[in-house]
């Protein structure tokens, strides 16, 4: 079976989202490192379709969540783990993976919005999600699971 890693931020989890519900007294302080606001990551709406894609991905690939958590915000990695156990508490168990050096991880596909935290040195095949041809789950689903 194949290996599929889904990053979190801006793929799974509305990321922006966050963003403007921070108060600007709290954006002006951690202008510039915004994921290091503490308890910002656990109660972040997911992307629209991405728990329904993670589910469909999960009949017929080995699928992971690869994310990098902020290394000054020590609440995101519980943040993180407590995300999934919300939005995805069966299907995504024991698959969190927190790194900062995805190119580590030996799989066939990432589906992830940047490049950065070995993103772009991944061995696979890189689906940068955001961009085109995957602009949103609905063509990501597509190339996929033809």
């Known amino acids: ?20 519900q921070l108060s600007e007294e709290t954006y002006q302080e951690y202008k510039g490192d915004l994921d290091e ?5 656990r109660d972040l709406p997911p992307i629209d379709g991405a728990i329904e894609a993670f589910h ?12 990098t ?16 156990k919300k939005h995805l508490p069966d299907v ?6 927190l790194s900062h050096n995805k190119h580590l991880n030996k799989g066939d596909y990432l ?3 940047r490049t950065a935290n070995g993103a772009g040195d ?6 940068h ?3 085109e041809p995957f602009r949103d789950w609905d063509a990501v689903l597509e190339y996929l699971l033809p």
């Open 111 to 113: 589906i992830d919005d």
């Open 37 to 41: 606001v503490p308890g910002f990551f």
């Open 56 to 67: 469909k991905l999960s009949e017929r690939y080995d699928v992971y969540i690869l994310s």
């Open 129 to 131: 999600f955001g961009e």
């Open 1 to 20: 079976m194949k290996i599929v890693y889904v990053d979190m931020d801006s793929v799974l989890v509305d990321f922006e989202h966050g963003i403007d």
């Open 69 to 84: 958590a902020p290394w000054s915000n020590p609440s995101a990695w519980i943040d993180k783990l407590l995300w999934v």
């Open 122 to 127: 991944f061995e696979g095949e890189h689906i």
């Open 92 to 97: 995504a168990r024991k698959r969190l993976i």
